[in-house]
């Protein structure tokens, strides 16, 4: 049940198709309270094992809180609808249940990793005060997307998925891609400019907000994008995964 407070400090998780990263976060400033630990995401990352590797990150930090974390699929309700990069034998699990009794905390909330890392840069980031419809993306072993129209989480939006060139656009642009095909960054943001004029012309968002791994390095990309839309990178970069999904859980958010 939920205590009469909201919580000011939550553990926020970031399930990756690569790595399960985790710390404490202090949810009205986005601060790290933490040194941020990093698994190796379980393969085959089956439910027990995703399950298991949080109970990891949850025991070496001794945390007894509640906790927000980020999965890389659909999330309703805490149960698992999609696993695009992860086992397909998580799909129908109640990730929050299992983790609520597999780590005794006393709460865990899931939602998607994109709207997660959005929610710390509406909230705290990048787009702070941005009116309109603010469309965060994030490139990793997927592409991740979250919607806000003022300021308010449309969840789920899953448009990194959408049909671009005739393929699923994440087979064209995600991390994978791009390494296989040996392209540069320079490169391969010139391929991604040209998606994100498609998706201008289908969504006409007030704003980009770029992230995840992909855009770690985000000086390399200054002058790149094009689009009429204007575009800022991720104030929390690769942590705002953490932070929006420690924010999430703090003032437990209801995902359906
Ligand atoms: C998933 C999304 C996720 C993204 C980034 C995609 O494959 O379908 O739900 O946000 O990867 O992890």
Redesign the pocket.
Known sequence: MRSIYAWMQSLGVDIGGSGIKGAVVETSSGELLTKRFRIPTPQPATADAVVDTVRALVDELKWTGPIGCGY???MKSNVVH?A??LDKSLIGVDLGKALREKCKVPEAMIL???DAAGIAEIRLGAGRDCKGLVMMI?I?????TALFNNGVLIPNS?I??IKYRGKDA?SLLAEPARKEKQLSRKRWAEQFNRYLKYLESLFWPDLFVLGGGGFKKSEKFDGVFTTRTPVQFAQFRNQAGIIGAAIAAAEDMKVR
Do not use: F, K, L, S
Request: glycine residues 26%.
């Open positions: 890389p699929g659909v999609t695009a990069n998607n990793d994109a994030t990793g072993t997927g592409i991740g899953e990194g998925h994440e």
